[in-house]
């Protein structure tokens, strides 16, 4: 059943789906609960600290992921700047977000928002008259 679909979206009120476009193979779909502020995502960031597994430890080290979120490694290296992404990101953006739940961090509580922003920024256009910090 799609996010789409009337019968999810009549069984799901409290949870706004948005499709993160612009990642050709990673096919992510990012929920939004209002009542809590949280946004609800697998792959959309990560982040390792010192209670992780010391493998994960070692790659976050080895990748920039320890103690600062951003994208995963693979997504970084494959994802191209679109206009698609940039777009699922300003959804993003605009909602009232206290928290994002990952599948690989903490909770994300401090600048939930400006950390997403920070962590994409990469593949937002840059357009004539307004930087990607804009966007």
């Not at 706004?16 to 612009?22: A, C, D, M, V, Y």
């Not at 390792?48 to 010391?54: E, Q, S, V």
């Not at 599948?103 to 990607?132: C, K, M, Y």
Request: aromatic fraction near 6%; glycine fraction near 4%.
């Amino acid at each position: 059943m799609g996010t789409d679909e009337p019968a999810y979206v009549r069984s799901t009120p409290e949870l706004t789906s948005i499709e993160l476009r612009g990642v050709p193979f990673l096919d992510e779909t990012v929920f939004f609960h209002q009542a809590s502020g949280s946004v609800i995502a697998a792959d959309l960031l990560c982040s390792a600290c010192a209670r992780d597994h010391w493998t994960w430890r070692i790659a976050a080290r080895l990748s920039g992921r320890y103690e600062k979120v951003r994208t995963p490694p693979d997504v970084r290296m494959h994802t191209r700047p679109s206009t698609a992404l940039a777009e699922s990101i300003a959804q993003l953006r605009a909602l009232p977000v206290q928290r994002i739940l990952v599948a690989h961090a903490d909770p994300i509580t401090d600048r939930p928002v400006q950390q997403l922003v920070e962590a994409w920024n990469f593949a937002i256009p840059s357009h004539p008259g307004r930087t990607r910090a804009t966007l």
